[in-house]
């Protein structure tokens, strides 16, 4: 369920699964963002890229062999990289998939743990190797390119998260504030007020977002509705867009801000 006022901005990224939004992950120097999604009836994952600044799709719900024991972990280099797991009883990361923009598989690797990415390619370790040895791939191809490093940069990513607030004078007065329920959520980025709320009209939970420009409410949408608890991470801003997951966790959408 949706609702808006008629000062709606228009997604520069708007995209619906059949399975739950699991993971996301951006590329900001290449404007990628990659989706994980997983079907739990029959435990299947799939995977999914787009550019959240045209809002071209570059694959949907590709899947690999075994892929419930896949997940997402990186998205850098013009490159989507997953990874498995040591075992099913632990969360220690094993294997690399890198998937081009194509969703193709490009290469894989699986004695080799993605520890983090750099601008000179990806830093990995063997994980059946107890004392941690890094080494640098090509992000293109996984070919090893240095051994032993001990000085590498994690590429950064400026991300911003909202913070909770009390001081209700920075709020709007609208209808659904009359049943606030929790907290609620704060960012101003780029002369704009971005907040998100819960409230409970008719006695029906819902969460809400806002964009504020100049005193005026530019948009405002249910991103869920009648649900039973608080979500308590309602969205963030990178690269001045501001990303959600709404309608049930099966949606994703992106906002220029």
Not at 146 to 155: A, D, E, H, K
Not at 208 to 213: M, V
Request: glycine share 4%.
């Amino acid at each position: 369920m949706s609702s808006t006022t008629k000062y709606t901005l228009k997604p520069s990224l708007e995209a619906n699964f059949e399975g739950i939004i699991w993971k996301v992950e951006t590329d900001p120097i290449n404007g990628i963002i990659a989706v994980e999604t997983r079907n739990p009836e029959d435990r299947t994952a799939g995977f999914s890229a787009f550019n959240f600044k045209t809002g071209v799709t570059l694959f949907r719900d590709v899947s690999v062999q075994d892929s419930w024991h896949w997940g997402l972990d990186k998205v850098c280099h013009n490159f989507v990289y997953l990874h498995s797991y040591v075992n099913e009883k632990t969360p220690e990361h094993k294997s690399i998939i890198a998937l081009n923009t194509a969703g193709s598989i490009a290469w894989q690797i699986f004695n080799r743990t993605l520890d983090t990415a750099t601008a000179e390619g990806l830093v990995v370790y063997n994980p059946s190797v107890q004392q941690k040895q890094y080494e640098l791939l090509n992000p293109a191809s996984g070919v090893t390119e240095s051994f032993r490093i001990s000085n590498f940069v994690p590429l950064e990513r400026n991300i911003y998260f909202p913070e909770i607030i009390s001081p209700m004078d920075l709020l709007p007065a609208i209808e659904e504030l009359k049943t606030l329920v929790g907290p609620v959520s704060y960012l101003a980025h780029n002369g704009k007020k971005c907040i998100s709320f819960h409230a409970a009209p008719d006695s029906v939970l819902s969460q809400y977002l806002l964009i504020i420009s100049d005193g005026n409410i530019m948009h405002k949408e249910i991103l869920e509705h009648n649900i039973q608890k608080i979500n308590p991470e309602p969205f963030y801003i990178e690269q001045g867009h501001l990303f959600c997951v709404r309608n049930n966790k099966a949606e994703i959408v992106s906002y220029l801000v």
